[in-house]
């Protein structure tokens, strides 16, 4: 079974700020571990994955992760905050693609409000 | 830009009802999930299919709920009979399904379903 936490439902910075999105995994096989954005009314967008590889994981509009298997976390980070960053994002895991299934298991989410 | 469809944007029904929500995913994936997000909780993982038939399913995926790819192009969820509690968000989405690399699921921008 795997499980994701998300620390923080809420999280408030600064336009010009680090933003830093904290994710701690739970797996009983190699996880493959994504961050996804929502912004109002939208789906889903993927903003980067860890699959196999170099742990730390570059993705669009600046974020960055990295995968610490020793900690199980893959925090979300961008070194400079922007207005257009307030969404909803959401950390999520799943198993290597062996099966059809492939499901992602998420966590709950934690909303960003950037301050001008 | 291909992009996963979803209709209704928000759907309105009485309880008992049956309701079916469409989807239309990229036009040359392979496999396709459903997902829903009851107003402030996680993300839910409820069923994935591919090559016509299901390949996973949660336990929140009970006999009230079935999918369907009638026509090669739409993907539908059917609930029979609604409670109260399936009022929340359905997200649809596709994963091409090549050999190779991860690939990653795109998402629909959602259904919400309201039971009264």
């Known amino acids: 079974a795997q499980s994701v936490t998300q620390l923080g439902s809420h999280v408030s910075v600064s336009e010009g700020a680090l933003v830093l999105l904290r994710c701690n995994y739970s797996?009983?096989?190699?996880?493959?571990l994504f961050w996804y954005v929502q912004y109002p009314n939208q789906g889903l967008q993927l903003l980067l994955k860890y699959t196999t590889g170099a742990t730390l994981v570059k993705g669009i509009n600046g974020f960055e992760a990295e995968f610490k298997k020793s900690e199980t976390s893959f925090h979300l980070t961008k070194p400079s905050a922007h207005m257009s960053d307030a969404a909803e994002y959401f950390c999520a895991v799943s198993a290597p693609p062996r099966t059809a299934g492939n499901k992602l298991t998420f966590g709950g989410g934690t909303r960003v409000l950037v301050k001008p | 830009e291909p992009e996963v469809t979803q209709t209704p944007s928000h759907q309105v029904t009485q309880m008992g009802q049956e309701v079916i929500l469409r989807c239309v995913p990229i036009?040359?994936?392979?496999?396709f999930y459903w997902y829903r997000q009851i107003l402030g909780q996680k993300v839910e993982f409820l069923v994935s299919?591919?090559?016509?038939?299901?390949?996973?399913k949660s336990e929140i995926f009970d006999d009230q709920f079935s999918v369907e790819r009638p026509d090669g192009s739409n993907f539908t969820l059917k609930i029979r009979s609604t409670k109260l509690e399936d009022s929340a968000m359905y997200f649809c989405?596709?994963?091409?399904?090549?050999?190779?690399?991860?690939?990653?699921?795109?998402f629909g921008p959602g259904t919400r379903l309201t039971v009264l």
């Open positions: 989405a596709s994963r091409a399904g090549t050999s190779g690399s991860y690939n990653e699921q795109f």
């Open positions: 797996s009983s096989v190699p996880p493959y």
């Open positions: 299919f591919y090559n016509n038939e299901i390949s996973e």
């Open positions: 036009s040359n994936h392979l496999y």
